[in-house]
């Protein structure tokens, strides 16, 4: 079992800026490929950004390229989200997953392992 907290959401207006971290532990991290996944309200969630086990791949959706930046520490077994230029369409819910390095990370299937959220409000 891999067990995942978030932490570092909160409210912000439009234009400044977060950074999530999501800590891992229970198994080795540096086996997992890890993404970051948001939920707005009355939408389905979407993968935002994700990163391969070594951190030298990475993956962002179209609406956050160029605003955020996804890193992992693998000897302190944490990911981050740098969110720069929010907008308020960036609020929602976000959740940090993982998944075996095994699976391509290309893929949004696959991630076992969820944190419980953190929140992140933008205002305009």
């Known amino acids: 079992q891999v067990q995942l907290v978030e932490s570092g959401g909160g409210l912000v207006q439009a234009g400044g800026s977060l950074r999530l971290s999501c800590v891992a532990s229970g198994r080795t991290f540096s086996n997992y490929n890890m993404a970051w996944f948001r939920q707005a309200p009355g939408k389905e969630r979407e993968r935002v950004a994700a990163?391969?086990?070594?951190?030298?791949?990475?993956y962002y959706a179209d609406s956050v390229k160029g605003r955020f930046t996804i890193s992992r520490d693998n000897a302190k077994n944490t990911m981050y989200l740098q969110m720069n230029s929010l907008k308020p369409e960036d609020t929602g819910v976000y959740y940090c997953a993982a998944k075996s390095r095994l699976y391509a990370l290309g893929s949004a299937d696959g991630y076992d392992y969820w944190g419980q959220g953190t929140q992140v409000t933008v205002s305009s």
């Open positions: 990163i391969s086990w070594s951190g030298g791949s990475t």
